[in-house]
């Protein structure tokens, strides 16, 4: 009779250790669960407070020796969210006064792709358009593009000594840039836009510098694509540009 009482103590002791190991870990999984629930509503809040608009856009349209069609378009990117945001491909759509679609122009990128709340960033591309016959067909530039939350930093460069010149063949943009980060940065990217004197965007340029630049260090650029008309130069006022190291 002793032999079998305790054999019945310790089986209920194996029992209720298995109990409190069931509830121990029930707690664990419940603390996870919460956990991975509390990353997801900030992940979705994120997304509910990440917002980019185009702010302002233009386009110069021309007729080139042989008759080509040629357009110019630059539009500006405004962070009105209230997390950074990471900028993807966009997509341009030159229409028609018909609403018809006289070309497109894809895989643009921002400059710079990453905008911090209240910042800004441009994008440029330039074409031929095949298959119009006359400047008065084109009616509008529209933009398709994407984007998504981000902690990164825009990685922004110094600009300065900024200039447009005009020659016989082509209009450019030259400047300086300077690495204000204490690392090298390998891919310096820039973009400029430029504006007449009533403020609207006639179009604008982009480009990189061929060579890394060194922490603090400096070096001068040239902004020549994409292709602007002859006589682009009399009708800049202003000329803003923008760069930033590019990484992967």
Known sequence: MKKITILWITLLFILSACGDSKQTISQSDEKESKSENSEETTQAKEKVNAKLEIEDSGSTIWSDSIDSIWINTAAIFKNTGEVPVDIGETQMNYKGKDGSILGTSTMIYAVPEIVQPGESAIIVEG????????????????????????????????VSAVKGISSDYEYSVTGIVKNPTDVQQEDIRLAAILYDENGKILGGLSGSVDVGLAAGGEAGFELSYPPLPDNIGSKVNK??????????
């Open 127 to 158: 074409t031929t358009l095949n298959d119009v016959t006359s400047l008065d067909n084109y009616s509008e530039t529209t933009f398709n593009f994407n984007f998504d939350a981000t902690e990164e930093d825009s990685n922004l460069m110094e």
């Open 239 to 248: 000329i803003e540009v923008k760069s930033y190291g590019f990484t992967w």
